[in-house]
């Protein structure tokens, strides 16, 4: 199986300690996002885990530590955009984040650290030329430290549309994208080496050459573990969403990096910090403790290793 860690909160960022204890253990609780009294119990036997996928946005705490997944496969989903202090107010700067791109990337191998320029945004200062500009500023720093740029545009879900209102933020116009698209195509394509996808099928740019890609990827899965493995579409994303099946050991509304266009925390700052209060790095759930009305159910865990291939 694979674990993903995590679409809903930096567990690299803010969560190392409590992951690496979860890896000791051999298991992780993860609560129902419908439903939190619905426990379930997720194994990390590294017999079942083919491979995890980290989202993060400042892996740094967890670098000098990955030394204690020698049993395990993994790569990094690393999203690093230009926005600053202005809209992502809990980051170091783009600078210091270009260098934790590169340190993580000599330790652990270039084609296992994904770059992600997401979500592409814009208003009076953010606009085409600003992302023309700071594309190409990024992409020249992490040439030689990645194999992908994985783009995203901005969803205006609901619940986030009071928070970036009040920048002016608005999905970008069609001839926005076009721009963008065409001047990040001419960037890549003075770095043969570097692959550029979308994040998902919802903007088409197969015409400029960008294909829809996959973040969970099935094809660099394999190649990461050297096997080949049998997976579907992953049924709990959106149709949109072409990755494979994996686990979300995360836990919305816990992610401290302050993101204004954020999905994972609704806009509710004010719970996320509750949250932290709660968390306690030894507990087997992020985000609290168990309690007696919990329902725990054990999630049924196996390999997705083909053993019906030849090497022949």
């Known amino acids: 199986m694979i674990i993903s860690a995590s679409r809903r909160t930096d567990i690299p960022a803010f969560y190392s300690p409590w992951f690496f204890n979860r890896i000791k253990e051999g298991y992780v609780l993860v609560p129902n996002p419908f439903n939190s009294k619905m426990i379930s119990k997720v194994s990390l036997n590294p017999a079942v885990i083919d491979c995890i996928v980290f989202w993060t946005k400042n892996p740094a705490p967890m670098i000098e530590k990955l030394d204690k997944l020698e049993d395990y496969k993994y790569y990094f989903q690393f999203t690093l955009n230009p926005y600053g202090e202005k809209l992502e107010n809990n980051l170091p700067s783009v600078a210091k984040r270009i260098d934790i791109f590169k340190r993580l990337s000599d330790k652990i191998g270039r084609e296992k650290v994904i770059w992600r320029y997401d979500p592409i945004l814009t208003n009076e200062e953010f606009n085409v030329s600003f992302h023309k500009e700071a594309f190409a500023r990024i992409a020249d720093g992490l040439k030689d430290h990645t194999e992908k740029c994985m783009l995203g545009f901005i969803d205006h879900y609901q619940h986030i549309r009071t928070a970036v209102g009040q920048f002016n933020i608005k999905p970008p116009a069609k001839e926005e994208i076009e721009e963008i ?106 985000i609290g403790n168990l309690s007696e009305d919990d329902v725990v159910k054990e999630r049924d865990m196996k390999s997705l290793r083909n053993g019906q291939y030849s090497l022949f």
Request: hydrophobic share 30%.
């Open 181 to 286: 698209a065409v001047s990040f195509r001419q960037t890549m394509d003075a770095y043969p080496t570097l692959q550029l996808d979308t994040c998902t099928s919802k903007v088409d740019l197969r015409h400029l050459n960008i294909p829809a890609g996959l973040c969970v990827d099935k094809e660099l899965i394999e190649r990461i573990t050297g096997y080949p493995i049998l997976a579907k579409k992953d049924k709990n994303q959106r149709n949109i969403c072409n990755c494979i099946e994996s686990i979300d050991i995360g836990t919305y509304e816990s992610c401290l990096n302050g993101c204004i266009y954020c999905y994972a925390i609704k806009g509710n700052y004010n719970s996320v910090e509750y949250n932290m209060k709660k968390h306690d790095k030894h507990s087997p759930l992020l």
